[in-house]
């Protein structure tokens, strides 16, 4: 048994080390993928770091759709986005105040208007494939919107560097963060397991962040790093692919049956958090500590009212 938890408090270690690592290295690429291309941090950060870090909430949420277990996998799209905003931008914003690009404000109020949406398509507590596949469609919209408005593709100036490369390396890093945050995640469970730790305790507090450790990784890493528009623009675009994609295709593999408490509660509440949001930017293009102190006030109340 004891070389057992030796072997599990390893594993930790190396996941956490991987973790660290790996959210270094990805919020260094996203900087120079950004100056690569004459683009803001934030825009970066809004499209493909949130792609890289999103990951666990799509393989998630799609299997959990695969074998029938809807609750699974539209709580783990809505449950992700709330903790994205209220957890993750509440604790960095504690830590230093995040000054970000105007931008950041103008996405942030499409992010409520695609969250409305997919509310709006829970009205009769079914999301069907159509519906999952307008979800999808309207990201690709998306996508292309910016591409057109915002990226160049030129020949690197010098000085530039390699932008395409730095793609890569930001894509495979975001990979690595993923990796070393399911490690975490596994390893800790373990050892609960192995010291007694109730079932129930371990999927309030371990399981829950694990799809959110890999946003709340790089955004804390850039925020360390004094790069907010890293750490903002990663959230937000989180958000935006949980509400879209992931959302979206679970729906595709099978019709998502909606909780009414999901319905009624989480969504709503999801929307007050990221209207928070949205007006602390509007106001001065920053995420306060004032700001810091409702987001984590709001997600302590929704802790209290599923847990109490």
Do not use: C, Q
């Amino acid at each position: 048994m004891t070389a057992e938890y030796i072997i599990m408090f390893g594993l930790f270690i190396l996941g956490l080390a991987i973790l660290i690592k790996g959210s270094d290295l990805f919020v260094e690429a996203a900087t120079r993928v950004a100056k690569g291309f004459g683009v803001s941090e934030f825009l970066i950060a809004l499209v493909l770091a949130s792609i890289a870090t999103t990951l666990p909430e799509v393989t998630t949420s799609a299997i959990a759709s695969y074998k029938g277990l809807s609750g699974i996998a539209l709580g783990n799209a809505v449950g992700s986005a709330l903790a994205n905003i209220a957890l993750i931008l509440g604790v960095s914003s504690l830590i230093m105040p995040l000054d970000v690009d105007e931008i950041a404000w103008k996405n942030s109020l499409f992010m409520i208007a695609v969250t409305l949406y997919a509310w709006l398509l829970m009205r009769d507590l079914i999301i069907s494939r159509i519906e999952g596949g307008s979800l999808i469609l309207i990201y690709g919209g998306f996508i292309y919107y910016l591409y057109k408005k915002h990226v160049t593709l030129e020949e690197p100036s010098e000085g530039r560097g390699n932008p395409k490369k730095d793609v890569v390396i930001l894509l495979v890093s975001g990979l690595i963060v993923v990796v070393g945050a399911r490690l975490v995640v596994d390893s800790a469970v373990k050892i609960a397991v192995a010291l007694g730790i109730p079932e129930v305790v371990i999927g309030l507090t371990l399981v829950s962040i694990g799809t959110s450790l890999p946003e709340f990784a790089n955004s804390l890493t850039a925020t360390l790093k004094k790069i907010p528009n890293i750490s903002v623009g990663n959230v937000v675009g989180a958000n935006i692919l949980n509400i879209l994609m992931v959302i979206g295709i679970a729906a595709l593999i099978n019709p998502i049956r909606v909780d009414s408490g999901i319905y009624s509660f989480t969504v709503p509440l999801t929307l007050v958090v990221m209207m928070v949001l949205a007006i602390s930017l509007k106001l001065n293009n920053r995420v306060g500590r004032k700001t810091s102190a409702v987001l984590l006030i709001l997600y302590g109340y929704f802790l209290y009212v599923n847990f109490k």
